[in-house]
């Protein structure tokens, strides 16, 4: 597995090389602890930090939490808020910034099983307070993900997935944001996994967040209280 990590961030290396001319390949850093106090409680923290070039220009950093509800096993209801801070381009961290964002976010998500993907919904609505005034948004992603290789501990090793996420506001000119992410996860263990993924956006004229191309890598690692006995692996389209 170590070797395909590795040759995965030379090729997006090589990749973001060979395109320089077209485009800028950046990079999209998610950290993400989640604690489950039962089968149906959960809390989560998370950290992201982003850059427009290949780990370089680092313009966007967030870190938020929150608490998930599963109201039944396919279906949880999750509240989160969050920090969110966006800097000028043309350098790291270059001030002053173009957002200075506080975020309130309740969303549902629903998952279905068809054969062998799993397919899943999410709906959120975002209250946010910005350097810029107060904005509503609204996001809706769409995703399906397929487990493969040789089981280990009840659970397959492996994961491919894919999402599309559209932004859109209740203001002119209405849609924002469109966002498509490309993931292969890898799980050490049950309580961990690792991502690694192509993420391409696309902006309509806001400042709060720049870039089209990003390499994103992720470490998403679970928690149980020890008596919570019936640890399944979490194998759900990643959040982000």
Known sequence: MKKSLLLTGLFFMVLNSGYSQSFDLGSWNILNLKYNHNEKLSVFAEGQIRSLKFYDNFHYFEYKGGITYKIQKYAHVALGAGSYQTYREGGNFVLPKNNDEFRLWPQISLNQTIGKIKAEQRARIEFRFTSNGYRNR????????YAFGK??????PFQVSLSNEIFFTDNEPYFERNRILLALNYKPSKASTIQVGYLHQFDYKINDE????FFQIGYFIEFFRKSNLNKTADMDIKDN
């Open 151 to 156: 089981p280990v501990n009840e659970y397959k």
């Open 210 to 213: 720049t870039g089209r191309d």
């Open 138 to 145: 609204f996001r809706y992603r769409n995703g399906i993900s």
